[in-house]
Structures are given as structure tokens and as C-alpha cells.
């Protein structure tokens, strides 16, 4: 099993910026790829950006330029730096992880609130 628990979610104003991590503990040999999806109230959960274990990155249109998707493979953790972030960006932002048997494993969510 992986646990995941994300962090540096809050309430910044439109132009702003928010880091978020995500530690990962548990069977973290096993993980391959990451992600951070994102759930905004009314709406189903998005995939936002992607990273594979060697570091190759992908990024739905709606980000692009503005997030970057990072790991620390020995620290175990994701990161999602979000620049000039905008109130349509408020959501509960989620980490996520496969391994190399493709489970799925979820962290718990943290709320971004972007005010305008």
C-alpha cells in the first residue's frame, strides 16, 4: 500500500501563487507515475498534470505555463508549484500515484481558494 498526504493548500488572491506537496510513504519503491487531479464544487475531478517517474511531464491546456509538476524521487514527494492561478482554479487539489502493477492510490485533498 502507498499512503499520500497533501499539503499548502489555502486562500490566495487571482495572480497569485501556491505550492503544494505531497508526501508519500508506505511501499514507495513501488510508485511510477504521479499525478494532481482537481475537484471544483459542481464539477467532476480533472486530471491537472502528470509526471512520470524519470521526470517526463504533462499538463492539461487549462495550466499549461502557469503549473509546474515536480518530484523528489529520494524525499519520496510530488510537488505542484501554481503560478498567476485564477478563481476558476479554486478546488480541492488532489495528489495521486500508480505503481508498476497499476493500482491507484489517492491522497486526501487540499482546497485551493483563489479569490478575484
Known amino acids: 500500500q502507498v499512503q499520500l498526504v497533501a499539503t499548502g493548500g489555502g486562500l490566495v488572491q487571482a495572480g497569485g501563487s501556491l505550492r503544494l506537496s505531497c508526501a508519500a510513504s508506505?511501499?514507495?519503491?513501488?510508485?511510477?507515475?504521479m499525478y494532481w487531479h482537481r475537484e471544483a464544487p459542481g464539477k467532476q475531478r480533472e486530471l491537472v498534470a502528470h509526471i512520470t517517474r524519470g521526470g517526463r511531464t504533462n499538463y492539461v491546456d487549462f495550466v499549461k505555463g502557469r503549473f509546474t509538476i515536480s518530484r523528489d524521487n529520494a524525499e519520496n514527494t510530488l510537488y505542484l508549484q501554481m503560478n498567476s492561478l485564477k478563481p476558476e482554479d479554486t478546488a480541492v487539489y488532489y495528489c495521486?500515484?500508480?505503481?508498476?502493477?497499476?493500482?491507484?492510490?489517492w491522497g486526501q485533498g487540499t482546497q485551493i481558494t483563489v479569490s478575484s
Open positions: 495521486a500515484a500508480a505503481d508498476f502493477n497499476t493500482n491507484y492510490y
Open positions: 508506505g511501499r514507495v519503491f513501488r510508485i511510477n507515475d
